[in-house]
């Protein structure tokens, strides 16, 4: 089992739909919580970080945490053919002696169409 | 103008040759990483630093190497052992409260073994 898992794509939505991606995890002890947004040849862009369970709204983005379910997911309302990108989720984990890092999931392809 | 750079942009290298790249921030940023994304993959930590003169090997580190001499660089070199060097190189950094570690990602150098 990956330790970050999403489901790859793509995920195909029509102009002006809410777009759902989804993203579990592994380990319980995983703190912080962030979705990336990666168009094609180009580096990975952060769009959202959460923290706690329940929702964070930014934008047409919102951001849902349940740690009890090892889930966190991505909401994108009013999709835009601008939105469509590969979209990664990342999970901070703490390793001994203090360190930390990010894992990331291999990310899902969102396609909106006009 | 706050931010990451990385270079070359595009990086060719012949079998057996050892190739450095660059990777410098002025976000004034304590953390520093080298990611390596291969096509339709997630992120694979390469090496990370913490603080200067320190740095930790990822979880692919063989045939890699780094150096972390100031706050402001963390230049990765690919050596000959490396043995599939060809991807998509991303360096990231992050700073200031580092319970969140929100990383901030540099434009990429896309290496090819020619």
């Known amino acids: 089992q990956k330790e970050v898992e999403q489901n790859s794509g793509p995920l195909s939505v029509p102009e002006g739909a809410i777009a759902s991606l989804n993203c579990t995890y592994s380990?319980?002890?995983?703190?912080?919580f962030f979705w990336y947004r990666q168009y094609s040849g180009k580096s990975p862009e952060l769009i959202m970080s959460?923290?706690?369970?329940g929702d964070k709204e930014d934008g047409r983005f919102t951001a849902q945490l349940n740690k009890a379910s090892q889930y966190v997911s991505l909401l994108i309302r009013d999709s835009q053919p601008s939105d469509s990108a590969t979209y990664l989720c990342?999970?901070?984990?703490?390793?001994?002696?203090?360190?930390?890092?990010?894992?990331f999931g291999a990310g899902t392809r969102l396609a909106v169409h006009p | 103008d706050g931010g990451i750079t990385q270079s070359p942009k595009y990086l060719f290298r012949k079998e057996g040759q050892n190739v450095t790249l660059s990777c410098e921030q002025n976000?004034?940023?304590?953390?520093m990483y080298w990611y390596r994304q291969d096509p339709g993959q997630g992120l694979r930590l390469i090496y990370y630093s913490q603080i200067v003169n320190d740095f930790q090997k990822g979880d692919i580190a063989e045939g890699y190497s780094v150096s972390r001499e100031k706050k402001e660089s963390f230049p990765l070199t690919v050596t000959s052992a490396q043995k599939n060097p060809t991807a998509f190189y991303l360096c990231?950094?992050?700073?200031?409260?580092?319970?969140?570690?929100?990383?901030?990602f540099g434009p990429g150098t896309r290496l090819t073994v020619l």
């Open positions: 976000l004034n940023h304590d953390a």
């Open positions: 990342a999970v901070k984990r703490l390793f001994s002696g203090g360190y930390n890092k990010l894992i």
């Open positions: 380990d319980r002890g995983s703190q912080s």
């Open positions: 959460i923290y706690s369970n």
């Open positions: 990231a950094s992050s700073g200031g409260d580092n319970s969140y570690n929100e990383q901030f």
